[in-house]
């Protein structure tokens, strides 16, 4: 089956030449997650003055909707771009008022994390400011409060032809841990705990119907501008070939092995589903190494656009959005945005990657359960070889 995938979209796509851009063939599409996918929440939480919070000044914001959304990005997010080649408007932020959910919720929260609360209260990482009781089972929550209005009793129903794009999360949990002064060895051990929280979040939602799965895995956070500039090491041999902190990019690696375990594990549990696992971390890689292949700037593949200076373009206390930042000129030609997430245009760039698989199973699934008798005359001659 897989093999007759591309001689598939061929054929249907000469067939149907306006299905091959957007096969309307979800119906809605749910998000959860952080800062690489919230579209606004953050702006709705935000405290009294929505000012004081970075993402909500310029220039977030300035490339494609030329003011802050929310959006940790100078522009579009992966799941805006996904939204639109898949037919759909941008997804709307599951706290704003008024909204029409039928065709999709986005619960993803800037800062939120994988571990409850609890866990960091019991292990002393506090920061009132950074870590918020919104943790990837708060997001679940919302959606479950939500159902009576968007599918009430035919939710089993809906959800097999809905999406679901579920993170990434993990990396504010290390990323809190680490401020916090824990070591590289504690971050670690915790991995197969948070880890295994996503899989039990996955298991939650399959056993509600949802059968269609994207489950992002974490990126290189040694290659991050924000990592870079804070954890800097006099040590070179800390430091890969690339420039980037090894034992950050190590814990990251060792997070996808078991996440993408987990996801083995899950289809074997639900086999009615397809879960796929969707990489941040090698494009990432990829664009560091090759920069100039994605219209990069070679020099600036560890820096961040928007920042006030330093070797990695980033200080803490003048990050982007606050007094003392600028932008680059073009952030088109750079990788990173704010020393911790990406311009719109790497975000396009992994969007396009993902949409690759979503895009080949959303048309056999539309092969499946509406154009079967198609199906099957394309595959006939196929299988007389
Ligand atoms: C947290 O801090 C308190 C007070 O400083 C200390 O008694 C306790 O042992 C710490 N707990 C952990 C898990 O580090
Ligand atoms: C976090 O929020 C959840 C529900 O939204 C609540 O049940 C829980 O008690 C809260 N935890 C803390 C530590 O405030
Ligand atoms: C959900 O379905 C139940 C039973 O049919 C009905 O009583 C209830 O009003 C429905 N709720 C919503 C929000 O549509
Ligand atoms: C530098 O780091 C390497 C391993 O990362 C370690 O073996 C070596 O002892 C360190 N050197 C110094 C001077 O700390
Ligand atoms: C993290 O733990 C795993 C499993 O024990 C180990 O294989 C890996 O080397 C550790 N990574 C780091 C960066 O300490
Ligand atoms: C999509 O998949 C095809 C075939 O596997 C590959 O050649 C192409 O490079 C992919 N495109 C992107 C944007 O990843």
Known sequence: MKALLPFLLVLFSSFHPAIS???PCFNAIFIFGASYEDTGNIAILAPTAPA??????LPYGETYFHHPTGRASDGRLIIDIIATKLGFQ???????????FTKGANFAVSGATTLNLAFFQQNNITNDQLIQNISLSVQLGWFENMKPSICNTTCVKYFKKSLFIFGKFGDNDYLYMLYSGKTVDFVNSTVPLVVDTIRSALERLLKQGVTQLVVPGIRPNGCMPLILAYFASTNRSDYDSLGCLKVYNNIAIYHNALLRDAVKQLRVEFPQAKISYSEFYEPIIDFVTNPYRYGFISGTALRACCGS???YNYNLIASCGQPGATACPYPSSFINWDGLHLTETSYDIIANGWLNVTQMRCLLHCLRHHQAHLLYQIMRPQQKR
């Open 21 to 23: 851009n957007t096969i």
């Open 52 to 57: 004081d919070h970075p993402l909500l000044n």
């Open 90 to 100: 941008f997804i709307p932020p599951s706290l704003s008022q008024g909204q029409d």
């Open 309 to 311: 200076g330093g070797p």
